[in-house]
């Protein structure tokens, strides 16, 4: 996944960029290497947000 397309799944789940790293435990600074591109986006968050969007995950649908 790239920063791009990072973006703009968070754009499709209904997250900013804070609001999605609070909701999973992560840090600010992450999301934004990620959205920057500076960073891999790791596999297993873009599987998460693939699967979010596929399904039209909001962040009210979550339960964590």
Request: net charge positive.
């Amino acid at each position: 996944m790239t920063a791009g397309e990072f973006l703009l799944a968070l754009n499709r789940c209904g997250f900013t960029q804070v609001a999605f790293a609070r909701q999973f435990g992560l840090s600010d600074r992450q999301i934004r290497r990620w959205a920057n591109g500076e960073w891999p986006v790791p596999p297993y968050i873009s599987a998460l947000l693939q699967l979010m969007v596929k399904h039209k995950t909001k962040p009210e649908d979550l339960k964590i």
